[in-house]
């Protein structure tokens, strides 16, 4: 196309100048330095038009096939994220537990009692006047353990937290110093219609409840009525730590947290109400349907692709049919169905996308193996719907794992080959401008040598002009 362009442009500016000088008139010398000019840099800038144009067709075409697999992979991922691919568990009774997928794999059925809530620890300090009251000062000491009924058992495993209140310290201050301590004790002011007092709360848990020391300074002994231990009884404790209690399939279990993962595989739970004598089921949903869905989509979108790749991949016509970024997807598609998705599969269980149907023709193009499929989920629903997770392994990280590699910059890639197709666009351009400046610069000269030589040839003309009418004049002389 660069040699056929020039030829013509070439042929245009040539044919102007023979035009311009052929009749033995007067000749348009701006016109003529114009044309001598473009005549002179059309073949070049010519073949640099035509590489640029190439260039924007390779940027343009590897950009798309990149932008594609991107959107491939990302389409995937918010499938996963909001449908339904997954086996999951839910529960008849939602007000008892929430429930959600574990990090294993669950099936079938349970029963599930909640007969106690785990609580945490709530403890009030006596009233004060305000907020900005002072409490004496001294060093203030929590310990940890089981609080039952008037007694204390101290937890050997973890240390006594002191914590210091200086001199002038408010009850504010004494919240904001029981925070910071980061005991997983938290606290704060509140103003009743008793006075303001210090609510301490604890974690949940029997063995996180807690008791409070004091060791006045002297003249600071006014601290010691923050002290607080359960023999103290009274009314300051409003709330004993304690374990959960719950059965499920007649089991029973305790938990040191309402929040339980995986007591059962694939199972994770939030604790939220009792429910002794009426037993909530638990069930794992059944994948396969979103999963047939899900791969006929993927059959298609991969197909997109592999369309459009061919297309620029074109032995005679392609953008990219030498491109190496181009063949580097290829290959990847080629291998996607034979791909092993999932490296921890036990033995006979899916873990390939040919697992799940997937199918590759002679001609690049893909097929869902239905078949292949329906027996797939139907020996092995739980692992099929396992293959459909945003980790590390599964459907998503390997197309993912393919769009990343097309987008990257470094290595054989797509993204390679924008950056490299985009530099060469860049010389190219630059280049041409070269050159255009170069065309501009010559015509100037031109004109001022054609400006000189119609000037001498003005003078020349003036001359013939003066000496034929002097023959002229002679002439008729010698006749009279």
């Known amino acids: 196309m660069a040699t056929t362009t020039s030829s013509t442009s070439s042929t245009s500016a040539t044919a102007q100048i023979v035009s311009a000088l052929g009749g033995g008139s007067g000749i348009n010398t701006a016109q003529l330095a114009e044309q001598l000019a473009a005549a002179q840099f059309a073949p070049r800038l010519d073949q640099l038009t035509a590489r640029n144009d190439k260039l924007t067709a390779q940027i343009s075409s590897a950009s798309n096939l990149r932008s594609l697999m991107t959107t491939l992979a990302s389409s995937i991922g918010t499938l996963i994220r909001t449908g339904d691919l997954a086996v999951t568990p839910s529960i008849s009774n939602s007000s008892v537990a929430t429930v959600s997928k574990g990090t294993a794999t669950g099936s079938g059925t349970y029963s599930l009692e909640v007969t106690s809530l785990a609580n945490a620890q709530k403890l009030v300090t006596p009233a004060y006047a305000s907020s900005t009251s002072t409490v004496g000062s001294g060093t203030l000491t929590l310990r940890f353990g089981t609080v039952s009924g008037g007694s204390f058992t101290a937890d050997a495993s973890r240390a006594q937290v002191d914590i210091a209140i200086p001199t002038g310290a408010t009850l504010a201050a004494v919240a904001a110093a029981i925070n910071n301590a980061n ?3 938290s606290a704060y002011v509140a103003n009743g219609s008793a006075g303001a007092q210090i609510v301490l709360k604890g974690q949940e848990g029997a063995a996180n409840g807690f008791q409070i020391e004091t060791t006045p300074d002297i003249g600071g002994e006014a601290l010691v009525d923050l002290a ?14 304690s374990d959960a209690s719950y059965s499920i399939d007649g089991i029973d279990y305790t938990a040191k947290s309402n929040t339980v993962n995986d007591i059962v595989p694939g199972l994770n739970m939030k604790l939220t109400a009792t429910n002794v004598g009426n037993p909530a089921t638990i069930s794992f949903s059944d994948p396969s349907s979103g999963i047939s869905t899900a791969m006929s989509d993927l ?7 592999v369309s459009q790749l061919n297309t620029a991949m074109d032995k005679t016509s392609g953008e990219l049919n030498n491109d190496p970024g181009a063949r580097a997807l290829r290959t990847a598609l080629t291998g996607l169905a034979g791909a092993k998705v999932m490296p921890n599969a036990a033995e006979g269980k899916p873990s390939t996308l040919a697992d799940l149907g997937l199918k590759i023709e002679r001609d690049g193009s893909f097929t869902l193996d239905s078949t292949r499929l329906s027996n797939t989920l139907k020996a092995s629903p739980q692992e099929a719907g396992a293959m459909w997770t945003t980790g590390i392994f599964g459907v998503f990280a390997t ?29 190219t351009t630059e280049r041409r401008a070269q050159l255009t400046d170069k065309q501009e610069a010559l015509r100037q000269q031109m ?9 001498r040839v003005s003078g020349s003309q003036s001359t013939l002009t003066f000496l034929k009418a002097q023959i002229d004049a002679w002439n008729a002389s010698g006749r009279n």
């Open 183 to 185: 005991t997983g004790v």
């Open 228 to 241: 607080w231990t359960p023999a103290s009884a009274g009314t300051r404790l409003k709330a004993t730590a």
């Open 299 to 305: 059959v298609g979108a991969l197909n997109e692709v």
């Open 399 to 427: 197309v993912d794992r393919i769009a990343r590699a097309a987008s990257s910059t470094t290595g054989i890639s797509l993204g390679s080959s924008i950056t490299r197709y985009t530099a060469l666009q860049k010389s």
């Open 447 to 455: 004109v001022s040598r054609f400006a000189s030589m119609d000037t």
